[in-house]
């Protein structure tokens, strides 16, 4: 009998333990539990933090890009712009170049041959040979005749050669 006393009393004795092992773990667990459930809502406070955050910056960066567009399609009118000018002015000074041009050469197209041969003796000969080239044929024999032969002849070697008109026409 006394066995089934010392039984008796250690099965209370582990009964009663088992539950107070029992309840801490289940504090234990409720403890975890509360730890976990705190950091997930920390986690999710983060994430929509984070979350806001880019939104933000992606709105600062998509207002920047559109103010960027803006002005380079600014920057692009006042280059089309520009250049619609430049052909306009060198339309212009071309204009201006062939007035004046034909202006000197109506000029030496009615001067007599002997003051135009003088001038045109004088000009340089890549010049003087540009406003030769101009004039009608009967015209330059007759300015030569009144040149100076030596004159006359380089004139005529360029004219013959061509070669102050290649060098301008290959730099066009």
Do not use: C, G
């Not at 207002?63 to 960027?68: C, F, M, R, V, Y």
């Not at 567009?69 to 089309?80: C, R, Y």
């Not at 212009?92 to 003796?121: F, G, H, N, Q, R």
């Amino acid at each position: 009998m006394k066995f089934i006393y010392f039984i008796l009393i250690l099965n209370t004795f582990l009964y009663a333990n088992s539950d107070e092992i029992l309840a801490d773990r289940e504090a234990n667990i409720a403890k975890n539990l509360e730890l976990i459930d705190s950091s997930r809502q920390e986690l999710e406070a983060y994430r929509a933090a984070t979350t806001t955050l880019f939104n933000q910056r992606e709105a600062q960066i998509l207002a920047k890009e559109q103010d960027l567009n803006k002005t380079l399609e600014i920057i692009a009118q006042k280059e089309e712009n520009i250049k619609k000018m430049l052909e306009k002015n060198e339309k212009i000074l071309s204009e201006l170049k062939s007035i004046t041009s034909d202006k000197v050469l109506e000029i030496y197209a009615k001067m007599k041959d002997a003051p135009a041969a003088t001038i045109i003796s004088q000009l340089p000969r890549d010049e003087a040979a540009k406003v030769l080239h101009s004039l009608e044929a009967k015209k330059i024999s007759a300015i030569f005749a009144k040149m100076d032969p030596q004159i006359a002849a380089e004139l005529t070697q360029i004219l013959k050669n061509d070669e102050l008109f290649k060098v301008s026409n290959s730099t066009k």
